[in-house]
């Protein structure tokens, strides 16, 4: 399974970035797709989460981003997007995009915890500037 994040870089406050997670090699029929972030010295925190049946329309997104991120799939559900919209000098990190065949994970319910997902990408740093 590989997963490999883009579109991350540095903006001013306010401004939007779209990150893009390409997806191969998975051997079960479905899973969940999270997106995941890490400041210095911070826990990391989900984001958002999506699955890759394309029949399911449902997503998770997590409080602290709740109107501003929004989470999307192409329609063979190979790539996932997360837009990210009016970003703040708060929202400076590491995003990483990550895949989960938890029974629960793979709908994205339950407590989507970092230690549910067990393929990870290798990040993409965004930068929000005041």
């Known amino acids: 399974v590989q997963l490999v994040e883009s579109g991350g870089g540095s903006v001013q406050a306010g401004g939007s970035l779209r990150l893009s997670c390409a997806t191969s090699?998975?051997?079960?029929?479905?899973?969940?797709i999270g997106w995941f972030r890490q400041a210095p010295g911070r826990e990391r925190e989900i984001l958002s989460c999506?699955?890759?049946?394309?029949?399911?329309?449902?997503?998770f997104h997590g409080d602290s981003v709740k109107g501003r991120f929004a989470t999307s799939r192409d329609s063979a559900g190979n790539i996932v997007y997360l837009q990210m919209n009016d970003l703040r000098p708060e929202d400076t990190a590491t995003y990483y995009c990550a895949a989960a065949d938890d029974s629960a994970a793979v709908w994205c319910r339950g407590n989507l915890r970092p230690g549910l997902f067990d393929y990870w990408g290798q990040g993409t740093q965004v930068t929000v500037s005041s």
């Open positions: 999506i699955s890759t049946d394309t029949d399911d329309g449902s997503t």
């Open positions: 090699g998975f051997s079960a029929d479905y899973y969940g």
